[in-house]
């Protein structure tokens, strides 16, 4: 082989792999602008606008709280009145009625007058 030769194939696979590079760098365009389209899909942009405000965070995990709090009370308020009407209707049931009477009676005596109206 002579110099040209061996040249002229050098430059072929040089060519060949500028092509492949070329290829590469265009697979991975599309692909980041097909990731930039989805990021502005699920509104990324502006959850990072979110998490460079710490007032914002504050703000907005406050009233999560604040309403999580107010769920839990309102819940729990909702279960015990449940539980102690329940235990007021089994009173009447022979040989348990004994121990719910003794609860409901431990329950009037921390807050009086909350059983006996039931």
């Known amino acids: 082989m002579t110099?040209?030769?061996?040249?002229?194939?050098e430059i072929e696979v040089?060519?060949?792999?500028?092509?492949l590079a070329r290829s590469e760098a265009d697979r991975s365009k599309k692909d980041l602008e097909r990731l930039l389209r989805i990021f502005d899909m699920v509104g990324f942009n502006d959850f990072m606008e979110y998490l460079s405000s710490p007032r914002r965070i504050l703000l907005w995990n406050?009233?999560?709280?604040?309403?999580k709090g107010f769920g839990i009370v309102v819940g729990m308020t909702l279960v015990v009145a449940l539980l102690v009407w329940f235990l007021t209707k089994m009173v009447d049931f022979p040989l348990i009625g004994e121990y719910f009477e003794k609860i409901l009676e431990l329950i009037d005596s921390a807050a009086p007058?909350?059983?006996?109206s039931l």
């Open 3 to 9: 110099d040209k030769e061996i040249s002229k194939t």
């Open 14 to 19: 040089l060519e060949e792999r500028a092509d």
């Open 62 to 67: 406050f009233i999560a709280g604040m309403a």
């Open 113 to 116: 007058g909350s059983v006996s």
